[in-house]
């Protein structure tokens, strides 16, 4: 048996779940998480890398979900152009789920754009500073400040104010993206 | 506002997570087993830098040679698959930019369709002078006919990288073979492959290659190419030649031994009209199981697993259902280890031969 497959399998099964769970924070829905996800891992694992761990391939797997999330994963025209022929999510639907103030985020996520979705769930959820979020994504410091900024602005109108400590990094710059 | 969107996100993320854990392990392993083929794809066609099918997509068939050779079955005007007539197939397969005696310049699809209207999953090709293909496609709770009405099948075969025959078709309300609300399953007959030189024109000898090319209609009723799986190697002439009719035990084994390939013996059809490989596992369709098919499961490896003895373990299944062991006796599955892979007899006579298309474990040596 290949080496890279009792990694990938081993991600699979035990990690799974996170990986759509981060996933679905950058889709907005579970279908797509777990789309993401597959390809993320098949992205990932396509290529040779020697002596991957679990950990690490979960760090690389994660920062795949976010390249593919980001390019649309190349069916987001296709799905686009059907998609108002979904019955909506079961996954929506769940009495878990249904609290008026989180749907209410939810479509304020749904609002954003890819790169501010991204800066927002890399920032709140991952953790990540400034320069982690430019570097995962490809962009640079200031188009992170922007985009959170924007994003924080937002959301604001849903959240209320967000904390000062969570923007105090957070500059509004202009030009270009 | 008390809730932060730190704790939002946190609870959005934990949900999803839990409603991802809530599948039962089999639908996961059989998901894995799906990305597992899917990397081993994408590594070898990385490695080799050509798209091979090979064991882990789809099962190498050897398809007769009058397929390809068109005959009575293209007359022009002919009703062919999908409803459609040879000039109609001929107008779709141009639409996807595939045109006789020009390059095949589509490109396998680097990844496989699996976003929410569809995906090649599975090829099935029905031995004889039918061609026949199923496509799973995901539907996710959308109407599985008005899915399938947006797309069109076409199956080229190509001789030096030039088209030389295809067969093409579009799905109709009787093609949907199954519907479990997430994946529909599209049984697409083509009831002959159309010869680019002319039905009276003897197809030569050699390999071909044959491709399964997908294709969507957009809203402006436009056709473009969304899906391309191959090749297939296709070997002209076919096992016939070698095996005569009521010959059901030829005494040579089936592909190149590079490709995973299947060849049916049995001119009864015991094993049913299909077949379909994936990486996992091979299945055919016998009429005496009523419905259910009779499996072969790979190990992970993709080697055939067996007993000391050479018996291979087979298995019944239902579409998407749990496998069973296969009690009812009749079929024999006999490991072969070089090539590897395996023979399917019943009553002392061969059915099929399979072989895995892989490369042999390499012998322990030593230079010393």
């Known amino acids: 048996m290949a080496s890279w497959q009792p990694v990938m399998e081993q991600l699979f099964l035990n990690r799974r779940a996170a990986l759509i769970g981060y996933a679905a924070l950058l889709a907005g829905n579970d279908h797509d998480a777990e789309d993401l996800v597959h390809e993320a891992l098949v992205r990932t694992f396509s290529r040779a890398r020697p002596g991957l761990v679990p950990e690490a391939a979960e760090a690389y797997v994660r920062r795949a979900i976010l390249s593919a999330y980001l390019d649309g994963y190349r069916k987001r025209k296709r799905w686009i152009s059907v998609r108002h022929l979904l019955v909506p999510s079961a996954a929506s639907d769940g009495p878990e789920r249904v609290t008026a103030q989180r749907l209410e985020i939810e479509t304020a996520l749904a609002g954003l754009s890819p790169r501010e979705r991204a800066c927002v769930v890399l920032r709140y959820y991952e953790d990540k500073t400034t320069r982690e979020i430019a570097e995962a994504i490809g962009i640079s410091d200031g188009a992170v400040k922007k985009y959170l900024g924007n994003a924080v602005r937002r959301l604001s109108v849903v959240l209320g104010p967000v904390p000062e400590r969570h923007i105090e990094a957070i500059t509004v710059v202009k030009g270009r993206d | ?368």
């Not at chain 2, 099918?53 to 009575?72: D, I």
């Not at chain 2, 016939?240 to 059901?248: I, L």
């Open chain 2, 1 to 368: 506002m008390s809730t932060t969107l730190q704790d939002t996100l946190k609870t959005l993320a934990d949900g999803a997570a839990a409603r991802a854990g809530r599948s039962d392990d089999e639908a996961h392993r059989a998901t894995l087993d799906g990305l597992l083929g899917t990397v081993r794809r994408r590594r070898a066609v990385r490695h080799t830098g050509t798209a091979v099918a090979g064991a882990s997509l789809v099962a190498a068939l050897a398809v007769g040679g009058s397929q390809l050779t068109g005959g009575p079955r293209t007359r022009p005007g002919a009703t062919g698959p999908g409803g459609l007539s040879q000039a109609q197939q001929l107008a779709l397969v141009n639409s996807l930019g595939i045109e006789c005696g020009k390059p095949f310049t589509l490109k396998m699809t680097d990844q496989p369709f699996r976003g929410p209207i569809a995906t090649v999953d599975a090829a099935r090709f029905t031995r004889g002078t039918d061609y026949a293909v199923a496509v799973g496609y995901y539907i996710n709770g959308l109407d599985a006919a008005t899915v399938l009405a947006r797309y069109d099948m076409a199956a080229v075969m190509v001789r030096g990288g030039t088209v030389v025959g295809f067969a093409a078709g579009r799905p109709l309300p009787g093609s949907l073979e199954a519907d479990d609300g997430t994946v529909a399953i599209l049984r697409l007959r083509m009831p002959s492959l159309m010869n680019c030189s002319g039905p009276d024109t003897p197809t030569p000898d050699g390999l071909y290659e044959m491709y399964n090319v997908e294709g969507s209609i957009d809203d402006a009723g436009a056709t473009q190419v969304t899906g391309v799986v191959g090749p297939l190697e296709v070997a002209v002439p076919d096992w016939a030649t070698y095996a005569p009719q009521g010959d059901a035990t030829p005494d040579v084994a089936p592909g190149d031994g590079t490709n995973a390939s299947l060849r049916i013996t049995d001119p009864s059809d015991a094993l049913g009209m299909n077949s379909t490989g994936g990486g996992t596992y091979l299945l055919f369709t016998p009429p005496e199981l009523d419905g259910k098919n009779l499996v072969v499961r790979f190990n992970a490896d993709g080697s055939v697993p067996h007993d000391a003895d050479g018996t291979v373990p087979l298995w019944t299944s239902s579409l998407g259902g749990p496998s069973d062991v296969y009690t009812a006796g009749g079929f024999t599955a006999t490991w072969v280890p070089s090539p590897e892979g395996f023979k399917i007899m019943k009553a002392g006579a061969t059915l099929a031969w399979y072989t895995t298309g892989r490369a042999p474990a390499p012998t322990a040596t030593s230079t010393r």
